[in-house]
C-alpha cells in the first residue's frame, strides 16, 4: 500500500507559488565553459567548482525555483569510465554542497535536487547488473548527495521502469523524497517501451509516492508536450514534471547548437502551464537567457487556460518528431482539449 511522501520542499513551494521553474541545461552550458567532449562532468565538482558555481548562479538569476546538482552520472558506473568510481560520496557531497551554497545566497527560496541520472547499464535480463546491484550503486550516490545538502533526488533521464525503480527504492532507503522522469524518445515511449501514461505506476508497489513524476530530454517541445497531455490525462492530480530539450540539436561542423529560441521556449512553458505542468524546465540546449524568458512566460501565465490537443501544439511550437506520439497522444489530448471548451 502507497504512503505518502515524507515532507519535502516541493510540496510546500508549489503551495506558495502554483507552478515551479526548474532550470535548464547542465551538460550543453559546461561544454560552453570549457568541458571537453568525453570528459566527465562531476570531476569538474573538485577541479573547477567556481564553474560549476556559476552554472548555477546562473540559473537562480534567470529565476530557476529548483537547480539540479553537477551529479548525472555520479552512479559508480558511470563514474568507473574516468577511474574515479571510487570517489563516488565525495564527487557527489560537493556537487549538493557547491548548489546549496548558490541556493542559500538567493535571497528566496531556492530547492537543491541532487541530480540522478542512468547507471549507463542494461539490468538483468538484458545485461549483467542485478537490480540489487542498482539499488545499492544509486544509495551510494544519494548518500553523497544528502550528505551535501540535497534536498531531493531528482531521478532523471530514465528508460526502464526497472532502474526507475531501484532508484526510488535507494531514495526511500536513503531517506529522501524523490522525483522522476522518463525520456520518451522512441516513437512517443522510453527506448525500453514505457509509455507516457504509464509513468505514474512504476514504483506502486515501493511503499513510497514520489513527490513528482514526468518527462525530460527527448526530442524537443512539441513531443513532451504531447507526452505531457497523456500523463496529466492518466492522473490529472498528480505533480507532473516537463524539462524539455530547447528545440532540436543541429550539428554545426564538429559542434552541436540547439534551434530552440527564448521565444519558443517561452510559448513551450504557456503550453505546459495549459497542459497541466506544476514544475516546468529546460533540458539539452536551454541557457540562461532562454530560462529567463521562461520565468517571465510564467509569470505572465499562471493561470491555466484551455487545455491544448496536439493541433494545437504544432500550431504553436512545431511539429511531433516522434510519429507515433501524434497517434497516441492525439486522440487523448486533442479529445480532451475539445471537452474543455464545449
Known amino acids: 500500500m502507497q504512503q505518502p511522501a515524507p515532507d519535502n520542499p516541493i510540496d510546500a513551494l508549489i503551495a506558495e507559488k502554483g507552478i515551479l521553474l526548474a532550470d535548464g541545461a547542465t551538460g550543453t552550458n559546461l561544454f560552453a565553459m570549457g568541458l571537453e567532449s568525453g570528459e566527465a562532468p562531476e570531476l569538474w565538482n573538485e577541479d573547477a567548482p567556481e564553474k560549476i558555481e556559476a552554472l548555477h548562479q546562473g540559473f537562480v538569476d534567470a529565476g530557476a525555483d529548483i ?38 545566497q538567493a535571497g528566496r527560496r531556492v530547492i537543491v535536487a541532487g541530480s540522478v541520472g542512468p547507471t549507463g547499464e ?6 549483467a547488473l542485478t537490480y540489487e546491484e542498482a539499488v545499492e550503486a544509486f544509495a551510494e550516490q544519494m548518500e ?22 531501484a532508484a526510488a527504492e535507494a531514495a526511500i532507503r536513503v531517506g529522501l523524497p524523490y522525483t522522476y522522469t522518463g525520456s520518451f524518445d522512441t516513437a512517443g515511449r522510453t527506448m525500453m517501451g514505457l509509455a507516457p501514461k504509464d509513468i505514474h505506476t512504476v514504483v506502486d508497489d515501493l511503499g513510497q509516492s514520489p513527490v513528482a513524476v514526468g518527462a525530460n530530454c527527448g526530442v524537443g517541445a ?78 505572465g501565465h499562471r493561470e491555466p487556460e484551455n487545455r491544448p490537443g496536439i ?15 501524434s497517434e497516441s497522444g492525439a486522440g487523448t489530448g486533442t479529445r480532451r482539449s475539445r471537452r474543455a471548451r464545449g
Open 67 to 104: 537547480i539540479l546538482t553537477n551529479s548525472f552520472g555520479g552512479t559508480r558506473h558511470r563514474l568507473k569510465l574516468h577511474n574515479a568510481q571510487d570517489r563516488v560520496f565525495e564527487l557527489n557531497r560537493k556537487a549538493a554542497e557547491i548548489a546549496c551554497r548558490v541556493a542559500g
Open 122 to 127: 542494461l539490468l538483468v535480463p538484458l545485461g
Open 144 to 165: 553523497g548527495l544528502k550528505a551535501g545538502g540535497a534536498e531531493v533526488a531528482w531521478i532523471e533521464t530514465m528508460s526502464a521502469p526497472d532502474e526507475i525503480r
Open 222 to 299: 512539441p513531443d513532451i508536450l504531447a507526452a505531457l497531455l497523456d500523463m496529466t490525462e492518466a492522473r490529472p492530480d498528480a505533480t507532473v514534471v516537463v524539462k524539455g530539450n530547447c528545440g532540436i540539436p543541429e550539428f554545426r561542423g564538429t559542434e552541436v547548437h540547439y534551434s530552440g529560441t527564448p521565444e519558443l521556449m517561452s510559448e513551450y512553458v504557456r503550453l505546459a502551464v495549459d497542459g497541466g505542468a506544476r514544475i516546468i524546465g529546460g533540458c539539452c540546449g536551454t541557457s540562461f537567457e532562454h530560462l529567463a524568458a521562461m520565468r517571465a512566460a510564467l509569470d
Open 311 to 325: 493541433e494545437d501544439i504544432v500550431a504553436r511550437v512545431g511539429p511531433l518528431r516522434n510519429k507515433s506520439a
